[in-house]
T-cell receptor
Framework: GAGVSQSPSNKVTEKGKDVELRCDPI?????LYWYRQSLGQGLEFLIY????????KSGLPSDRFSAERTGGSVSTLTIQRTQQEDSAVYLC?????????????FGPGTRLLVL | AQKITQTQPGMFVQEKEAVTLDCTYD???????LFWYKQPSSGEMIFLIY??????QNATEGRYSLNFQKARKSANLVISASQLGDSAMYFC?????????????FGSGTQLTVLP
């Protein structure tokens, strides 16, 4: 079946602009995660959604970052007033159940460059 | 607090030989899961193998095996019969099961280069 998809694959924006990144999880997966990977670094957790529960926003670096998940499926990560330090690859992952041992499957990522 | 340490920023291996990528972890949670992911230059994170803290046997998936030493808190990835396509960044990750955290915590990665 189809894997996790993300759009756009690449985004170049000017400092101060808002950007929206989209994630389509694997069909039937109830858990969805956003991570950020800066150049040459490991992955940094941003936010987690599970079903209709309130999201875990503990990883969001500032209030310029927000995310929503509509209908328990597609998710959008929004970065307002982008800064150059926001430049990174934003990865989305989904897993089938809310159990810690469930494998997270990642999308191809969105490469964001803030000029 | 969770912590994953990968001490090898880069590794080289000759094609067809085996290679071990090191990973140590730190957690106070008795129940946890350990994962290895491969990230080729295309950027996508590819799941390789999983080991649960209570699993009695070391996990294996094809040419991948996990050398799990619980007392030493290490979960090294062994790749047998290396292929050129194995050249990539490899990340070790952990997720606690008992605690409230749901996300994966990743190490800094090891860049593996397979030489022809």
């Amino acid at each position: 079946g189809a894997g996790v998809s993300q759009s756009p694959s690449n985004k170049v924006t000017e400092k101060g602009k808002d950007v929206e990144l989209r994630c389509d999880p694997i069909s039937g997966h109830t858990a969805l995660y956003w991570y950020r990977q800066s150049l040459g670094q490991g992955l940094e957790f941003l936010i987690y959604f599970q079903g209709n529960s309130a999201p875990d926003k503990s990883g969001l670096p500032s209030d310029r970052f927000s995310a929503e998940r509509t209908g328990g499926s597609v998710s959008t990560l929004t970065i307002q007033r982008t800064q150059q330090e926001d430049s990174a690859v934003y990865l989305c992952a989904s897993s089938p159940r809310h159990r810690s041992q469930e494998t997270q499957y990642f999308g191809p990522g969105t490469r964001l460059l803030v000029l | 607090a969770q912590k994953i340490t990968q001490t090898q920023p880069g590794m080289f291996v000759q094609e067809k030989e085996a290679v071990t990528l090191d990973c140590t972890y730190d957690t106070s949670d008795p129940s946890y899961g350990l994962f290895w992911y491969k990230q080729p230059s295309s950027g996508e994170m590819i799941f390789l193998i999983y080991q649960g803290s209570y699993d009695q046997q070391n996990a294996t998936e094809g040419r991948y095996s996990l050398n799990f030493q619980k007392a030493r808190k290490s979960a090294n990835l062994v790749i047998s019969a290396s292929q050129l396509g194995d050249s990539a960044m490899y990340f070790c990750a952990m997720r606690e099961i008992s605690g409230s955290a749901r996300q994966l915590t990743f190490g800094s990665g090891t860049q593996l280069t397979v030489l022809p």
